[in-house]
């Protein structure tokens, strides 16, 4: 079941198309990754969903009805650009937030207290925003967005600012918010996030959604028939229906090359013809990563991809 349903949702500011026609589905209690370039709509669409701006045409349906202004409290937005009262202190501020989202003061200030002493950030309770450190106020940030706990939680490049380990907890929040129940909208250009985090995956481009689906079958989707050998004693060479790409030496005597098979082709077959060449190791389909999909998709845009 879907918990958001965009129906043919358009929106030009002046002479630019921001969106076209665009439609998509966000399964309820996933997470879903809203992707593509700079200036590709993902801003813009989001904007739509929070009702910041209006869409020239087309619909969204929140649980199976239009959305409308008393869904604002069933939403979390965490945006890129970040924005609390840096002359407010984090307590104050995160219970006014609250507040603002239909929490009593009381149930505001326990469940503030809560999500800070769960992200080790307690101690800052009476600091000013303004003392705070980046990583520290998007933790801040984080919180407000999510401890009224909405059915959908949007968040915008949520790892800005995040050292290694900062990051990995936001994500196992991250996981526990869906676990527990939420729908995410997940959007950024890191890739390595959405192969972790994300089930399901959209990619608008140039105004326009040219890709969606859940994760797995979008990789299926995608498989170009390339592997990884691993072996010793010799070398490769092309042989029938396949094409060394690569190889590498490794160490303890062994190399590794990338080969191009054909798409459709029996894996068995491949593995045969390079058994006859070379003592194998190692034998690996190649899956296309995120990455390597998003930018396959885009590149006649290069300019556009961010790394």
């Known amino acids: ?47 739509i969903i929070n009702q910041i701006i209006e869409a020239d045409q087309g619909s969204i349906l929140f649980d199976g009805s239009p959305l409308n202004l008393e869904h604002i409290r069933n939403i979390g937005y965490l945006p890129e650009e970040r924005g609390l009262y840096k002359k407010m202190k984090v307590g104050e501020q995160l219970v006014y937030l609250g507040q603002l989202r239909g929490l009593s003061m009381k149930e505001s200030s326990k469940r503030a207290k809560a999500w800070c002493q769960k992200l080790n950030i307690i101690d800052w309770w009476g600091k000013k925003v303004e003392d705070l450190s980046k990583g520290m106020a998007q933790k801040i940030q984080f919180v407000a967005t999510v401890m009224h706990e909405p059915q959908l939680i949007i968040l915008d490049e949520p790892f800005s600012g995040f050292d290694p380990v900062n990051a990995n907890l936001i994500k196992d929040e991250i996981l526990e918010l869906r676990e527990k129940g939420a729908t995410i909208i997940f959007s950024t250009h890191r890739m390595e996030s959405v192969e972790q985090l994300c ?27 390339t592997y990884y050998v691993e072996y010793k004693e010799g ?44 003592e194998i190791h190692s034998f690996v389909e190649r899956i296309p990563s995120m990455n390597d999909i998003f930018i396959s998709l885009v590149k006649e845009n290069p300019d556009l991809v961010e790394a």
């Open 1 to 47: 079941m879907s918990l958001l349903k965009v129906e043919n949702v358009s929106k030009t500011y002046s002479a630019h198309q921001a969106l076209s026609n665009v439609s998509m589905e966000i399964p309820e209690k996933t997470i879903f990754g809203l992707l593509g370039p700079n200036g590709a709509g993902k801003t813009t669409l989001i904007r």
């Open 199 to 225: 089930d399901h995956v959209a990619m608008i481009n140039k105004s326009e959604k040219i890709l969606d689906g859940p994760k797995i079958e979008i990789k299926e989707q995608f498989r170009d028939g």
């Open 235 to 278: 070398m490769l060479k092309n042989g029938d229906g396949f094409e060394v790409v690569d190889t590498e030496d490794i160490g303890r005597g062994l190399k590794r090359s990338l080969i191009q098979f054909k798409a459709d082709g029996n894996p068995n077959e491949l593995l045969k013809s390079l058994i006859g060449q070379v």
